[in-house]
Every structure is written in C-alpha cells, then in structure tokens.
C-alpha cells in the first residue's frame, strides 16, 4: 500500500498509491482522520470511496470552454459572474476569434441556438481537420453539410467553429467555480463514440473482431479477421475498432457488430469483488420479442424527432463477453446491485441505480450513461437538455451520505468534430489507410511509437471532477486522456493495470485536481433549468 519514492532520500516522502505525502506522520494523520485504506470495506488508496463517471457525449473543449470564465450576458439570458480569483484557461485568445486560419471565425451560440446539427467526428476526418498541426480545416473536413438540419434550422459547414459560454452551459461553468476541471485532457485516439467509450474502460480498441450477422444488405457489410467496412466507412482497420459498430454481445444490436478481446476495468474490479456498474438510460427491455430483448423506449430530442433512450454502442461493457449483459436481464434484488453474484452481470439501466441508492446500496465504481436526449450529443440533444440531466443527477448524489467520500468526474467520449484550437500531443503513431494527419497514411512515423488504428490523442475534451477533497475553482494543467480515469481507478483500489498494450500505462494523473490534506464542507446544488446555483 505505501511505496517509496526512490527519488527522495529515504525516510522523508512516501506515496500513497500515486499521491506523495512529506512524512509518514502525515500519512497517519491522514489515514486517522479520513478512514480510508486501513478499512476492510474500503481498500482506497485516497478518501475517494466512491466514484462516479458520468460520461457524455460529444463535446469540445473549446466547445463549452472557449471563453471561460467570461460570458457575454446579453439580455434575457441566464448571466453568469465569475467568482474572484477565477484562473483563466488556454481558450480562444482574441487572434483566434479575430484571425482564424479556418475558413470562417469562431463564434457563440446563444441559448436559443442550442440545438444544432451533428458534425463528422470520423477518425479520419479528425485527423484531416488539424491538418499536420496546422488546425486550419475544421469547416472543409469535420463541418456538417449544409443539407442537414437541426429541427427546423437548417446548418452550415460554419456551424463546426461555434462554442457556447456560461449563459448556456452555466451549470457546467458553475461546477468549474467551485470545484476542479482540466484545460488539458484529450481523448485516447480520434474518432467517434465507441473508441472513446471503450478507451474509458480499457485504454485500447485493438483486438476487435467484426460481425455482418445483423447487417442489412443495404449496409454493405464486409468483414475479415482485421477489418470491417460498411458503406459509410471503416469500423475496423489492422485489428482495430475506429468506428461505431455495435456491441456483439447486446440482443439491442441492429446492424454490424463488434467484439472486443482482453480485458476492461471492469474484469479487474470483479477479480478484487470491488462493486461496481455501469447504468445507462434506456436499458431495460421495452419488449422482448423471439426471446431476443428490444430497447424501444424513447423521448422526444432537440431535434423534434423521437430517440430511443438506450443507444447499444454507447455501452462499452457489452463488446467484452466476460462483462456483458446480452439480454438485459434485470438485477435480481437491489442487494446485489454492483455485486458479483448477479445476473445482470453489472450492466443495468439507470433507473436500477437510483433504485439500489435509495436502498442502501452504492457500488463503488459507478458508470452513469444518460438517456440519449439528455446526454449532450447535437442532433437529438443539446447542452440545456443535457444541463437538466446533469444537474438532477449530482443533486441527488450531493444529498446521499456517502458524498463526503466521492468524486463526481464529468467526461465526453469524443468532440463531435467541433472545432478545437489545441493540437493533441500525438503519442501514438499509426501508419494505415485511415490516417491523415502528418500526410495521406501517416499519423507520425516513429516505429517505436506505432500503434496501427490507434492515432492519438485526439482531440481536447472538458473534464470536471467534482468532490469535497476537489481543488476549488481550480484549472488543472496536467496532461491527461480517457485513459487517465481508468487509471484513478486502477490505482485507487489498487487494482493493477490492464496490460496488453492499454493507454493506462502512460496516462497522466488526475490526482492534481484533488487535495487529500482535507475536506471540504461543501454542497453546490444548481437550479436544473438555468444551472444557476440554488438560493437557500
């Protein structure tokens, strides 16, 4: 549990999983006053006891953060004021809002705009747009095409360049005041939701195996031992998943499929019997039809068109067999909710989370996926529908007894697309057809750096944790990926690492967004419709 700093002379630092401490007197006032890691029931390596992720969908950073902390405050609009002290972040500096080398200039959706249309977040696309560094052609290569609309407004290529500020997204700019976000973090590779969702759980896409069984013949469907294509593009390339293929393992599959070999977070959390699970919007069965269950249940989203809440390829756990829950099966008491000994396997619907809290019975890792018109992707949701789902939700976990020992992280699967002025730091290179950013083929050619399928990072994405030992309004600056939370997670409950090539191995920490020297006695409850903070 302690370990050494070898860098230091002995007797003088010791660590706490990653977390270095100045004397072992401190460790053990820490541990004295935190009750952690000494528990049986809690074997953390910091106060953090329970940690819940929720994952959204579909966001740049500069995309909510281009701005902060300064909104416009035009009329009729929620306004925000900054708190004193707030530290500014690497946003949009006044050349780039001024003098863009895209081909149009960023600008701000006000609130009534904040339905807009879905932009191509490909892997190759992506790459495309940040043009060998140059982050010059978000327009030409990841804008929407000007056909599409959003409900009854039509888009624009342009539409890729726009961000909204804290009229819009308050909620959020309202949890960056008082607790710990990050202006640095980046997805694990490019591409769209499912590498981003599995890159949360497992750190890599490789070793994927593709499936037509489901597909339509109008798909166009091939598949072979290292690749799928359809006719929209490439699932899978050199062994690895780049695309949105649906889960194998999910009866709620509807067209190609994908299974995923080796291991993810969660095998490792049930060889330790930690609880744990993973609750999404929509999963449980609305029918089951030839003993296969349907996922059918569905809301009215941003764009006026109705959604099925469950969305199978926003469920990362469902491409591992070992994890998944192919028929939905409910858990079989709210007791065993997180445990081992369940049919559900882990993977539940999110009303079963709130069913098991209400009894008693919080896991300790816990995955919440939002219905589909609340999760923030453009199209079918928006940053006020997802506002509403974000702001009930950490509510209610700020009201549960065991908020004094949780983490809330805030996290996005991928960009959209959406314009972001920050190249990625590129620590995999890949050399297959779909890559495109150092030149047609190429994302970098170091041979020791090669990964095919696996360019990355990707783009720059908001994170926020939210939590009592958070650093209050803080701006972490530390380099981090998706990988970096499967990592806190490893490394909190001690887990070990899922090896076999994951992006754990080097992920950066979030642990400079907390300070475990003390508590804080804090409860920030927002209003669900303004995000503005609750007046007692």
């Not at 609009?77 to 809002?97: D, I």
């Not at 607790?179 to 591409?191: E, L």
Request: glycine share 8%; net charge negative; hydrophobic share 35%.
């Amino acid at each position: 549990m302690f370990q050494r700093d070898d860098n230091r002379p002995r007797g003088t630092r010791l660590r706490i999983g990653r977390t270095i401490f100045s004397s072992a007197a401190t460790v053990f006032v820490h541990v004295l006053a935190c009750g952690y890691c000494m528990c049986a029931q809690a074997q953390t390596a910091t106060p953090i006891q329970h940690l819940v992720v929720i994952y959204q969908e579909n966001v740049s950073f500069d995309h909510y953060f281009a701005t902060y902390p300064l909104a416009e405050n035009r009329p009729e609009e929620t306004p925000f004021q900054a708190l004193p002290g707030t530290p500014s972040v690497n946003g949009l500096s006044r050349p780039l809002l001024t003098r863009n080398p895209n081909g149009a200039p960023p600008f701000r959706f006000p609130p009534s705009h904040a339905a807009t249309c879905d932009q191509d977040h490909e892997y190759k696309a992506e790459q495309e747009a940040y043009n060998r560094g140059l982050v010059d052609r978000a327009v030409q290569k990841t804008g929407t095409k000007s056909k599409e609309t959003s409900g009854t407004t039509a888009c624009s290529p342009n539409d890729v360049m726009g961000y909204f500020d804290g009229n819009t997204v308050t909620a959020l700019w309202n949890y960056a005041q008082y607790f710990a976000m990050s202006d640095n973090h980046f997805a694990t590779t490019f591409g769209p939701s499912t590498p981003g969702a599995i890159n949360l759980i497992a750190g890599e896409t490789h070793g994927a195996k593709g499936d037509c069984t489901l597909a339509a013949p109008s798909m166009e469907c091939s598949a072979t031992p290292d690749s799928m294509r359809v006719h929209w593009g490439v699932d899978i390339i050199a062994g690895t998943l780049i695309g949105d293929a649906q889960p194998q393992f999910d009866d709620c599959s509807t067209r190609e499929t994908a299974e995923m070999t080796g291991r993810n977070i969660g095998d490792l959390l049930t060889a330790k019997k930690v609880t744990w699970g993973f609750f999404q919007g929509g999963f449980k069965p609305s029918s089951v039809v030839n003993a296969r269950a349907r996922c059918e249940t569905a809301h009215t989203g941003s764009d006026g068109k109705r959604k099925a809440d469950y969305i199978p390829h926003h469920q990362p756990f469902q491409y591992y067999r070992s994890t998944s829950n192919p028929k939905h099966l409910p858990p079989s008491s709210l007791a065993l909710v997180g445990h081992n000994e369940d049919q559900a396997n882990h993977q539940y619907d999110l009303s079963d989370f709130w069913d098991a809290v209400e009894a008693g019975n919080l896991p300790a890792v816990t995955y919440l996926k939002a219905p589909a018109y609340q999760d923030g992707h453009a199209g079918y949701s928006d940053p006020l529908a997802e506002q509403r789902f974000l702001v009930e939700t950490i509510n209610r976990l700020q009201r549960l007894p065991q908020w004094n020992h949780m983490a809330i992280v805030i996290a996005y699967d991928d960009s959209d697309g959406w314009y972001d002025h920050v190249m990625p730091p590129i620590v995999r290179h890949s050399n297959t057809e779909e890559d495109a950013l150092t030149g047609p083929g190429q994302c970098g050619d170091s041979p020791t750096l090669m990964s095919p399928g696996r360019c990355g990072f990707g783009p720059r994405l908001p994170l926020l944790v939210i939590s009592p030992w958070a650093k209050p309004n803080f701006v972490d600056h530390t380099l981090t990926d998706q990988a970096s939370i499967l990592r806190f997670i490893e490394d909190n409950w001690q887990l070990g690492l899922i090896g076999d090539g994951s992006a754990d191995e080097f992920a950066g920490s979030l642990l400079n967004m907390f300070d475990f020297r003390r508590s804080r006695e804090v409860q920030l409850l927002l209003e669900a419709e303004t995000g503005r903070k609750v007046v007692p």
